[in-house]
């Protein structure tokens, strides 16, 4: 996903971290954060890796909410279906939508769309 080798709809990119919409969201908008060097676990994460992950995330968050429009964006650090660190933000209305079990196979033209929204 880094090198570009697989494809995704990135929202937001810097040096160090990228932000991309999930495959599978729990809800349209959810988006993956991941570090681009690898770490297999986020507590194996130096301190200061861990405090720009989050601060990262704040700001990818408040892309989402801004661009969305939720009541919040909901954030999940589950660490199992992949072996690189990576932070679910998901907008979210009510809390139940968080729930993972909620999550479906995305159509490319709904990711398109939410990504050019999200771009705009």
């Known amino acids: 996903m880094v090198n570009g080798e697989i494809p995704i709809f990135k929202i937001w990119e810097d040096e160090k971290y990228l932000a ?6 729990v809800k349209p908008g959810h988006t993956l954060l991941i ?27 408040k892309l989402l909410k801004s661009k969305l429009h939720p009541k919040r964006v909901g954030i ?24 993972p079990s ?6 490319k033209g709904e990711l398109e769309e939410i990504a050019k929204k999200i771009l705009s």
């Open 76 to 99: 999940a650090v589950e660490g199992f279906g992949v072996s690189h660190v990576h932070v679910h933000l998901v907008p979210i209305d009510k809390g139940y939508e968080l729930n």
């Open 20 to 25: 991309f919409l999930d495959n599978n969201p």
């Open 102 to 107: 909620n999550a479906k196979p995305a159509v």
């Open 35 to 61: 570090p681009k060097k690898h770490t297999d676990y986020i507590f194996d994460l130096s301190d200061d890796e861990y405090c720009e992950l989050m601060l990262t995330a704040k700001k990818v968050a």
